[in-house]
């Protein structure tokens, strides 16, 4: 039986879905993007009346997911709480965690772990080495995959076909002069890394910044994401990225993938 669509779905039948609640959600993404923000500025961004980003946003503060200041709203630690809670569901949070911040510390750089969820590489944990760099990837951080070696890692363990949806997807956007953005020249490289067991990007996200990176597998032979480690090209090139870095990195994703087959 067809069902006519609702108004709220935004006329569709075959995915339903709420208008209101892609409102919210406008709001809420366009207030990360402002750093906070007030009613008018809101509007302005997403199009919406005054009216309507006043009703959501008094919502949003009713449930603690939106505070305000003056006349200025930011979002709440709500997010935070259900941020911690989503993370610490993923497998072997606790020991990924603990490996992470030992990888930051034997190498010296910035290190971090990746997973894929909806074609995207997110970041679950960052941790600084001493000599560590800012970038711009934070906890939660969602990135193409191409164009980390995380996500290069991730995506030499998928199957071709989940590869291929992917890129249908997403495409191959460039951020860089190196990005890679021609689909045969990324799965000669995803062999490539099949082969190795570990991945690298030369400044193919952000200009002068190396990274090499190894996969971490499931008991079932899955991929669950993968470790990185990243750093100006003057401290990363040569020996620390080609021998020193991948020694530790292999040694640290054994590990882990040890203690949660054993869990």
Excluded: W
């Excluded at 911040?101 to 971090?112: D, N, P, R, S, Y």
């Amino acid at each position: 039986m067809t069902t006519g669509s609702d108004p709220e779905d935004g006329g569709s039948s075959s995915q339903s879905r709420i208008k209101s609640l892609d409102t919210t959600f406008t709001i809420v993404e366009s207030l990360t993007d402002l750093d906070g923000a007030r009613v008018t500025e809101l509007a302005d961004r997403t199009g919406l009346s005054k009216s309507t980003v006043h009703k959501h946003l008094a919502t949003l503060v009713a449930h603690g997911y939106v505070v305000k200041e003056g006349e200025e709203y930011r979002l709440g630690f709500r997010f935070l709480d259900l941020g911690g809670y989503v993370r610490a569901q993923f497998t072997g949070a606790d020991i990924i965690k603990s490996k992470i911040q030992e990888l930051a510390e034997k190498t010296g750089e910035v290190a971090q772990y990746m997973t894929e969820e909806n074609g995207e590489a997110v970041v679950l944990y960052r941790e600084d080495g001493h000599h560590g760099v800012p970038s711009r990837t934070r906890t939660g951080k969602r990135m193409y995959l191409h164009q980390v070696a995380s996500g290069k890692a991730i995506l030499a363990q998928l199957p071709e076909e989940r590869v291929d949806e992917i890129l249908e997807r997403h495409g191959l956007p460039r951020a860089t002069d190196t990005t890679i953005t021609d689909p045969d020249e990324l799965k000669a490289e995803l062999e490539e890394i099949r082969e190795n067991g570990v991945a690298y990007s030369y400044g193919e996200s952000t200009k002068g910044l190396y990274a090499v990176a190894a996969p971490m597998m499931a008991p079932d032979e899955t991929v669950l994401g993968a470790c990185v480690v990243s750093g100006p090209s003057h401290r990363m090139a040569g020996e620390p990225m080609d021998e020193e870095i991948p020694e530790i990195l292999l040694s640290i994703v054994n590990e882990v993938e040890l203690n949660i087959a054993h869990s």
